[in-house]
């Protein structure tokens, strides 16, 4: 007789602002691996992931796609490298999951839960014992209607309906140590 596999934990990430610098704001999107520069805070973030026994996926919106101004092609090289240094680091990433949609187009696209829900089916991750990291409220919308608990990045007096508001990605690595267990 087979026994289910048991149910992994994960930390989701956005991408843009915690895994990467975010753009500015006259850019919005990040359209070229030139302009992908990956935080150091993140890699730390995701090594004391890796120690602890979680698994790390990437939850990303990245509308930009909908709208012509960057190709599957060019995303998928910034997602390469990304994965490349990672691994060069000696470090895991299970997955990055990519919403190319716009607003109400589809049930993927955060706050809607659909790739927090994509990744539990097909990695069989338990959510309820799952984090997400993000720098918008969206991030935390989509992380608590999968049943995550969150981590907002913002500001120092960002209003947050997050678990935890932490006021700048350096923060992180030493939060992600005390608090999974």
């Known amino acids: 007789m087979k026994t289910a596999a048991k ?48 698994a790390a996926v990437i939850v990303t ?12 092609d060019e995303l998928n090289r910034i997602h390469d490298y990304l994965r490349l240094s990672v691994k060069e680091a000696g470090l895991e990433l299970l997955d990055i999951l990519v919403c190319p949609h716009g607003a109400d187009q ?12 994509e990744a539990s089916r097909r990695y069989q991750l338990d959510l309820a014992a799952s984090w997400m990291v993000g720098d918008s409220e969206t991030d935390v919308e989509a992380g608590r209607a999968a049943g995550c608990r969150t ?31």
């Open 7 to 54: 149910e992994q934990k994960c930390v989701f990430f956005d991408r843009d602002g915690v895994v990467n610098r975010a753009p500015s704001p006259e850019e919005y999107y990040v359209l070229s691996l030139e302009r992908f520069f990956i935080l150091p805070a993140f890699m730390e973030s995701l090594r004391i992931v890796n120690k602890k026994g979680y």
């Open 61 to 72: 919106n990245q509308r930009c796609i909908e709208r012509g101004l960057i190709t599957w």
């Open 106 to 117: 589809c049930e993927c696209r955060k706050p809607k839960p659909g790739l927090f829900l």
């Open 151 to 181: 981590v907002r990045i913002a500001h120092p007096g960002a209003i947050t309906s997050a678990d935890f508001h932490l006021e700048d990605m350096s923060l992180l690595p030493d939060f992600l140590s005390s608090h999974l267990t």
